[in-house]
């Protein structure tokens, strides 16, 4: 295949780090709202484990479901100029803060079960529709500059290396710190990436500017390129989010190294984040979608064999998160830019993308409640249980946490190898 560095635009270091800087505590929020919040609230705040996974199924359902109305605000507000977009990302920011800061510290102890919940059911619905908005307008904003393959991978890899960096801290800070000290760094970080994001134009390179349309904005639906490329994006993204899903279970019980899964995090995520630079390359030479299709089969030849391991394992499965871990950097960096290439080939480039954006967020979302829901209950099926030791229950984990991902990339990356023959531009834009 023809390489494309001859065309490839280059991202100034400076715009990247502007506009990339956002994401970090973005994904900084996301940690703490899933791994520390269930457990405080049951343990330390006293709630009823029912009545909690009733409330956080239904708030994280309506946050997703409620993700494309704000794609489409989103867009109205990039239409508005730039003082409707900063006032909205200001405010939004500030929500997030208090919400967030709220939901530690509820006014209600365990004996009010019903001021109890409904206050974290309050305070998560702030935090996460803030998030929400400040989320979709970060990602239509870098989507509006359009470009070249090369610039539009430099472009999702800033912002990805980013999240990666609030991902890390977010393990660590809270245990280091404390929830009150988290608030304050997230509220930190909120302003730095609003101060750099903002001072940045939209578009701010000259790789394609939007045009200005009157026609009505197409339903993303109507795009069949779309609908190709959310289906890989959900299939590839559930066989991303079951091992993220099952981790715990397999390091404790199968590997029985409870110890190592710090460690093991930082294995996957670091060297996900050295990947980046990597995959942006591959993108100059191949194309974005042969470059995400050999990243989703590089990660099946890395984690093929974690099925194979056992207790005593750790360092073997530590190789095997480094490995697989640099070929996540494709499934962070290439899916985003090529979703910026069906939006720009359909005309929607700088009028929709918040319409497109909703439902790729929201799809997001659902990955990780499809991962549990299909994850959990065959494993259950199969005998296992969290803390057992039988031995036919190990075995139904290790494939349901290594071999499932495995079938599921492969599904996903034939789907991108059928998607490329009806959308042949898919190998350029």
Known sequence: ?????????????????AYGTLAAPLAFVSLPLYVNLPYHYASVAGAPLAGLGAVLLATRAFDALVDPAIGRWVDRLLRQGAVCTASAAILA???????????????????????????????????????????????????????????????????????????????????????????????????LGLTGLLRLTTPVSPQQQPQSVTRPANSPWANAGFRRLLAIFMVNGVAAAIPATLLP?????????????????????????????????????????????????????????????????????????????????????????????????????????????????????????????????????AGYRSGASEPAGLQALAWAYGGLPCLLKLAAATLLWRAERLHSSWRHI
């Open 249 to 381: 279970f397999f390091v404790a019980d199968r590997l029985q190294a409870s110890e190592l899964l710090p460690v093991l995090l930082l294995c996957f995520f670091g060297t996900a984040a050295l990947g980046l630079p990597l995959w942006v390359k591959a993108v100059a030479r191949w194309g974005l979608a042969p470059s995400w299709r050999a990243g989703m089969l590089a990660s099946v030849l890395a984690f093929g064999f974690t099925p194979l391991l056992g207790e005593g394992d750790g360092i073997a499965f530590a190789v095997i998160c480094l490995a697989s871990g640099l070929a996540l950097g494709a499934d962070l960096a290439l899916p985003g830019a090529l979703l910026t290439g069906v939006i720009h080939k359909s005309g929607e480039g700088g009028r929709s993308e918040g319409r497109y954006l909703g439902w790729w967020t929201c799809a997001t979302k659902l990955n990780l409640a499809l991962a549990a829901g299909l994850a959990l209950p065959l494993l259950s099926a």
């Open 93 to 191: 920011s500030l929500l997030m803060v208090l919400g967030f800061g709220a939901l530690w510290h509820p006014p209600f102890d365990a004996q009010d079960t019903t001021g109890l919940l409904g206050w974290l059911a309050g305070s998560l619905l702030v935090c996460t529709l803030a998030y929400s908005v400040l989320a979709i307008l970060h990602q239509a904003w870098g989507t509006r500059w359009g470009g070249e393959p090369a610039w539009r991978a430099r472009v999702t890899a800033w912002r990805e290396g980013a999240s990666l960096t609030g991902v890390l801290l977010a393990s660590m800070l809270p245990a280091w710190l404390g929830l009150d000290a988290t608030t304050g760094f997230l509220a930190l970080g909120l302003a």
């Open 1 to 17: 295949m023809a390489s494309h560095t001859a065309t490839a635009p280059l991202l100034p270091w400076r715009t990247g780090l």
